[in-house]
């Protein structure tokens, strides 16, 4: 599978983003059967995730971005989504997406960067 994340760019705190990650080379029952992540992550540090949604459609996310982020996907078009709000400078990071449990290859994300 091939993932590949876009929608990134430079906002001003306070901003909106919407990031998108379309899966590639597998077919629509495949994607339809995972629950999909997104993580992100900062220089320095290391990958964390931020929120998830299971093939059902259930939503969880990390303590950070709750409130603030919304995950969706679309299964017909094979893209999960994240909605940002209300971004801060703690956002900044790189973005990236995978399926749970992980593909081996993460795709190059997309970076995300917040000004104050």
């Known amino acids: 599978v091939q993932l590949q994340a876009s929608g990134g760019g430079l906002v001003q705190a306070g901003g909106s983003l919407r990031l998108s990650c379309k899966a590639s080379?597998?077919?629509?029952?495949?994607?339809?059967?995972?629950?999909w992540e997104w993580y992100r992550q900062a220089p320095g540090n290391e990958r964390e995730l931020v929120a998830t949604?299971?093939?059902?459609?259930?939503?969880n996310y990390a303590d950070s971005v709750k409130g603030r982020f919304t995950i969706s996907r679309d299964n017909a078009k094979k893209t999960v989504y994240l909605q940002m709000n209300s971004l801060k400078p703690e956002d900044t990071a790189v973005y990236y997406c995978?399926?749970?449990?992980?593909?081996?290859?993460w795709g190059q994300g997309t970076q995300v960067t917040v000004s104050s």
């Open positions: 949604i299971t093939y059902g459609g259930s939503t």
């Open positions: 080379r597998t077919i629509t029952s495949v994607f339809n059967s995972k629950s």
């Open positions: 995978n399926a749970l449990p992980p593909f081996e290859s």
